[in-house]
């Protein structure tokens, strides 16, 4: 039983452009949301992460956008380049248990 | 220098035998974990240890067996290897006070023949 759901599964942008993955989850004991990058043969990396009470959060190109009500959110990657080519998982976490969203497979084409 | 280590890279061996991957951190933390990432990326956690103790303990066959000698290390044991088992397996560790993020090595990609 996936406790987070995440999609596209895979996504295709031109250089320049905005990527965005959607994540929702069941559980309203989550309080808190990272999203991890995956470059192949290395180890997911914590990107971005949020809490429940901010709607918004922006790093550089990187934004997370939370609805608490909705219990989804959603990475936005803005200016989207051939270097942010990766695998990314949103994931979700209450009391030291991390679920994770099957992840997204994110191509940037030049 | 690496904040969670795990050995070996690769592992390739038969149905049937038992193999062990180690897992050092170096971060101080008090809670670490194995997942399993499968061919479709998708990742799933096995095992969680706090300070040693046993904490999370998923749905995994008895075959497998984590072992914490003290908080920096969580080694896997996996004991009659089936096709089944190939994988990446991740080790990390998170730190304490909660919103806390995990910390993962690099993998250890299993290849069951």
């Known amino acids: 039983q996936q406790q987070v759901k995440q999609s596209p599964q895979s996504l295709i942008v031109q250089k320049g452009g905005i990527s965005i993955i959607n994540c929702a989850y069941e559980n309203t004991a989550f309080d808190y949301f990272p999203w991890y990058q995956q470059f192949p043969g290395k180890g997911p990396a914590l990107l971005i992460a949020?809490?429940?009470?901010?709607s918004e959060k922006k790093e550089g190109r990187f934004t997370i956008s939370f609805n608490k009500s909705a219990k989804q959110f959603s990475l936005h990657i803005m200016d989207s380049q051939p270097g942010d080519s990766a695998t990314y998982f949103c994931?979700?976490?209450?009391?030291?248990?991390?679920?994770f969203g099957a992840g997204t497979r994110l191509t940037v084409k030049p | 220098d690496t904040a969670v280590s795990q050995t070996p890279k690769y592992l390739v061996t038969q149905m049937g035998n038992d193999k062990s991957i180690k897992c050092e951190q170096n971060l101080g933390h008090d809670t670490m974990y194995w997942y399993k990432q499968d061919s479709k990326k998708f990742l799933k956690i096995m095992f969680s240890?706090?300070?040693?103790?046993?904490?999370i303990n998923e749905t995994v066959p008895n075959r497998f067996s984590p072992k914490s000698p003290d908080k920096a290390h969580l080694n896997l044991h996996i004991n009659s290897l089936e096709l089944g088992d190939s994988a990446v397996y991740f080790c990390a560790s998170m730190g304490t006070g909660g919103h806390s993020p995990l910390h993962f090595g690099n993998g250890t990609r299993l290849t069951v023949t």
């Open positions: 949020i809490r429940p009470d901010v």
């Open positions: 994931a979700a976490t209450f009391n030291n248990d991390m679920r």
């Open positions: 240890y706090n300070n040693k103790e046993l904490i």
